[in-house]
Nanobody, 123 residues
Framework: QVRLVESGGGLVQPGGSLRLSCAAS????????MGWFRQAPGKEREGVSC????????YYTDSVKGRFTISRHDAKNTIYLQMNSLKPEDTAVYYC????????????????GGQGTQVTVSS
C-alpha cells in the first residue's frame, strides 16, 4: 500500500526554521519524482518545491527560492523540506506528494499525497 507520512510541522516565529520530513512506504521514492505542496486557508493548493528522482533537478516556487531546500535520503525512503527565514505567509498545511514534473519547463504537478502537516509562522 502506497503511503506518505509527513512530520516536522509546528509553530515557529518569523525568521525561524523548520525541517519537514516525508516517509514513504509501499514504493521506493528513489524511482519517483517527489515534491512538497501547501495549502493555506481559503487558498488553492500551491506547489512549493519538487525534486527529480535523482535529486539532480529541482523546482521552487518564486516565493521560497533562497529560503527552502528540498532533499532526499534514498536509504531512508524519505524526502525533506528545510525551511529557513520563515514568514507569516508561509503558514499552511504542507503536503508531500508524488509528482508529474517537467523540470525543463519548471512545472510540477501534484499526483498522490499524504495527510499533511501544519506549519504556522507567528509571533
Amino acid at each position: 500500500q502506497v503511503r506518505l507520512v509527513e512530520s516536522g510541522g509546528g509553530l515557529v516565529q518569523p525568521g525561524g526554521s523548520l525541517r519537514l520530513s516525508c516517509a514513504a512506504s509501499g514504493f521506493l521514492s528513489r524511482f519517483v519524482d517527489m515534491g512538497w505542496f501547501r495549502q493555506a486557508p481559503g487558498k488553492e493548493r500551491e506547489g512549493v518545491s519538487c525534486s527529480s528522482r535523482s535529486g539532480g533537478q529541482t523546482y521552487y516556487t518564486d516565493s521560497v527560492k533562497g529560503r527552502f531546500t528540498i532533499s532526499r535520503h534514498d536509504a531512508k525512503n524519505t524526502i525533506y523540506l528545510q525551511m529557513n527565514s520563515l514568514k507569516p505567509e508561509d503558514t499552511a498545511v504542507y503536503y508531500c506528494a508524488t509528482v508529474r514534473a517537467r523540470f525543463d519547463l519548471q512545472e510540477c504537478e501534484y499526483d498522490y499525497g499524504g495527510q499533511g502537516t501544519q506549519v504556522t509562522v507567528s509571533s
